[in-house]
């Protein structure tokens, strides 16, 4: 059997999170070749370069896309790019691993999944939160049936200071899309549809507020805003979702908040039990408690799993979907589906009423 080549990647964007991609291609160095990397800031990118044995360093995306030795390309990028260069990326010819969010509207998700299905390379959005372990067997437990018909989820993300000042795009919704509902919100409404199937949302109620940013209030501990900072995105958003399969969602996410401490969990109601997972960001392993009857009686299970690295392993899907030519976990129309989500949330808060989704 004649062995597999090499996979060359390329990195547009080298910024904060491209050292996660960068650090799982570096585990795969038997599968993968850590090729190029690009950024307008060419001293991040020569810093990447030589941190990771990078051979090619560009300021320029186009330059690398142009390359016949790269097979795929990794983008972390600010959000407003992220489809744009999905679609030059897939009409290059390139394999394509793209950031969260995938888009910040439907239209780019037609485009984007227009490219794939043209170019016929493999696109996966990285949602790295379902490749946790509790996640993995929250999915299956679902998807077997045992907990019944889910009837009422709710989940968030719901930070007590957080507001990303690190990076003034993250607050200008020309460049983000908008603010913690695209940011975080993204990531826990990906998780629960996941759970569920992914059914498709057929109507959304949801209110944004920006109580903190404006005021230049918010920001992490040991922050601070820049003294001519606009901020033109919510700090704070909830959404009330109805699925097709009669089933709701409740969403809640923020930036800053004045709440106890910072959450993040997701909530599912079945005929036959319930299960709650508070996720646990420090690292030290995650635990789902399971709530169902036992001959009559309620009974409360307590499950304990061990943390992974779920960054890793979304990268590792993401090659092995190119190996062996198989659709990626993280598919470009469940972006689609997400990005119709979050742009009628910020349509019903704009309009103050009902939004209905069209298919």
Request: proline share 3%; charged share 25%.
């Amino acid at each position: 059997m004649q062995k597999q080549e090499k996979i060359r990647l390329g990195f547009i964007g080298a910024g904060g999170i491209s050292r996660f991609h960068m650090a799982a291609a570096a585990k795969l160095a038997d599968r993968v070749t850590l090729l190029a990397v690009c950024d307008i800031n060419e001293t991040a990118a020569e810093e990447k370069a030589e941190k990771y044995g990078i051979r090619f360093v560009y300021t320029d995306y186009k330059d690398l896309l142009a390359s016949p030795d790269i097979d795929a390309v990794i983008i972390t990028l600010p959000n407003f790019l992220h489809a744009k260069v999905s679609v030059e990326a897939l009409e290059a010819g390139k394999h394509v691993l793209c950031e969260k969010p995938m888009v910040t509207n439907a239209a780019e998700a037609h485009a984007v999944i227009r490219a794939r299905d043209q170019s016929g390379k493999q696109f996966m959005v990285s949602m790295n939160n379902r490749f946790r372990k509790a996640a993995q067997w929250i999915h299956h437990y679902v998807q077997s049936g045992k907990l019944g018909k889910v009837y009422y989820a709710k989940t968030g993300w719901i930070r007590r200071r957080g507001i990303p000042v690190w990076g003034t795009w993250f607050f200008d919704k020309n460049l983000s899309g908008g603010g913690p509902l695209i940011d975080l919100g993204v990531h826990m409404l990906d998780l629960t549809l996941w759970m569920l199937g992914y059914p498709r949302p057929i109507s959304v109620v949801g209110k944004t507020y920006a109580k903190f940013g404006p005021r230049h209030k918010g920001a992490w501990l040991g922050k601070s805003f820049a003294a001519d900072a606009v901020y033109t995105v919510e700090d704070f958003a909830a959404a009330f979702i109805e699925l097709e399969n009669e089933a709701t969602i409740v969403l809640e996410t923020s930036w800053a908040s004045h709440i106890e401490q910072e959450r993040v969990y997701v909530e599912l109601l079945g005929t036959e039990g319930g299960v709650c997972w508070n996720i646990d960001l420090s690292g030290g392993g995650q635990e789902v408690k399971l709530f169902r009857e036992e001959n009559g009686v309620p009974a409360d299970v307590l499950l304990h799993f061990e943390e992974n690295d779920e960054r890793f392993d979304v990268f590792e899907s993401f090659i092995t979907s190119i190996e062996n030519n198989t659709p990626p976990l993280c598919t470009a129309e469940q972006g689609l589906l997400i990005g119709k989500i979050l742009e009628s949330v910020y349509q019903s808060s704009e309009q103050g009423k009902q939004v209905f989704m069209e298919w």
